[in-house]
């Protein structure tokens, strides 16, 4: 496809379980950005990688999220032991570079429901 | 922490009525972007403006960045039912500049009544 691409777009889960979140950003994008929704809210940032640079891992709330990136191509975004305030829709976006006026694409989300 | 104020959070009107957001912030940016969401979906991109005063114009959008770079307005004449959804602005700072990495407000929701 064209866009970003997300998977699960949904995922439910029991709280103490471990979660995983995928993106598939545009082809030849080097820039991957991950952000976290509460719901009707503003993003929050979590995590930024570019190229072979070590990521910005300066979002990210608590040590039970963690993200790679292999390939420079596809990320996965892990959530240990999931909480219910993790609840959130999860945001990936990707631009062709980084810098501050570059387009990020964004896309769907995942909806993560900790219960 | 840099923040970015938006008002107002909520916002119901009929169609034909304008309406003006807002963005404010205590810290300069390099540049803000505004975004429209609308349910299921990601953000898409509206505008970007980089130069304090800039003025652009989106058919009936028209945004306007300060000119001390802290703040910026949306401003929609003759709102359509097609206009409703989420306003986001976000900004990326001289630090992360780089980077890319944006600082969004909360958002205003936008409902057009027709």
């Known amino acids: 496809g064209a866009g970003v691409s997300q998977s699960p777009s949904n995922k439910v889960t029991e709280k103490g379980k471990d979660v995983e979140l995928r993106c598939d950003p545009i082809?030849?994008?080097?820039?991957l950005y991950w952000y976290r929704q509460s719901l009707g809210q503003g993003l929050e940032f979590l995590i930024y990688?570019?190229?072979?640079?070590?990521?910005?891992k300066s979002g990210l709330p608590s040590d039970r999220f963690s993200a790679e990136r292999t390939g420079g191509s596809v990320s996965t975004l892990t959530i240990q032991r999931t909480q219910q305030e993790d609840s959130a829709v999860y945001l990936c976006?990707?631009?062709?570079?980084?810098?501050?006026?570059?387009?990020?694409?964004f896309g769907a989300g995942t909806r993560l429901s900790v219960l | 922490t840099q923040l970015l104020e938006q008002s107002p959070q909520f916002l119901s009107i009929q169609e034909g009525e304008n309406l003006t957001v807002y963005c404010n912030s205590s810290?300069?940016?390099?540049?803000l972007q505004w975004y429209r969401q609308e349910p299921g979906e990601g953000p898409v991109l509206l505008v970007t403006?980089?130069?304090?005063?800039e003025v652009k114009k989106l058919k009936r959008l028209t945004f306007q960045f300060g000119d001390a770079r802290k703040d910026s307005s949306l401003h929609i004449t003759a709102a359509q039912p097609g206009d409703t959804g989420l306003y986001l602005c976000?900004?990326?700072?001289?630090?992360?500049?780089?980077?890319?990495?944006?600082?969004f407000g909360q958002g205003t929701t936008l409902q057009v009544k027709p």
């Open positions: 976006a990707s631009s062709l570079e980084a810098g501050g006026a570059r387009i990020q694409y």
């Open positions: 082809s030849g994008h080097t820039a």
């Open positions: 990688f570019q190229g072979n640079s070590a990521p910005d």
């Open positions: 810290s300069v940016f390099s540049s």
């Open positions: 403006v980089v130069t304090g005063g």
């Open positions: 976000a900004g990326s700072s001289r630090g992360s500049s780089n980077t890319g990495k944006l600082i």
